[in-house]
């Protein structure tokens, strides 16, 4: 069989491309988590009569409890693959990541397993994103003290 019988052949046997489908379904579903969390912010706001400033820490902490429950329970995978990368909106897939790789390691136990493995993927984000805010805060304090 010559090259380009085969690639002839392999092509028509790959998957088809839906990327309009994938991202409506990523805006969408990114969509709705933020509204989720928009709604969370003004229940917390006008139910508790506090301020956003006092209210916007609230809703973090309740979109990564849900996010980590959904995790647990096993939905917050099945909506990924649903949905793709509208799922992984910053707070909600953290707590996602956080937590998958928490439960891989629950049966090694609490330290070595848990401990050892929570900031499995979490560790790499947290990592980068304090030497490039490090790095883009020197560059601006140097633009800023010429300037």
């Known amino acids: 069989m010559n090259i380009e ?7 028509s046997h790959q998957p088809q491309k839906h990327i309009l489908n994938h991202t409506l379904m990523a805006f969408f579903s990114g ?3 933020g509204i ?5 912010l003004c229940f917390y706001q ?9 209210a916007t820490p609230l809703m973090i902490i309740t979109m990564v409890l849900i996010a980590s429950i959904l995790t647990g329970l096993g939905i917050y995978d099945r909506l990924g693959a649903k ?7 910053p707070i909600t897939g953290f707590a996602n990541a956080m937590t998958s790789s928490a439960m891989e390691g629950k049966s090694e136990g609490l330290v ?6 929570i900031f ?5 984000v947290i990592m980068f994103g304090i030497v490039s805010s490090f790095i883009l805060g ?3 304090y140097v633009i800023g003290y010429f300037w």
Not at 5 to 11: D, E, F, L, R, V
């Open 5 to 11: 019988k085969y690639n002839k052949i392999a092509n």
């Open 31 to 33: 969509g709705i988590i």
């Open 36 to 40: 989720i969390g928009e709604l969370i």
């Open 46 to 54: 006008y139910i508790f009569d506090i301020s956003l400033k006092e």
């Open 83 to 89: 949905c793709g990368a509208g799922t992984f909106i």
């Open 112 to 117: 070595t397993g848990i401990g050892a493995n």
């Open 120 to 124: 499995k993927l979490g560790g790499c």
């Open 138 to 140: 020197g560059i601006r």
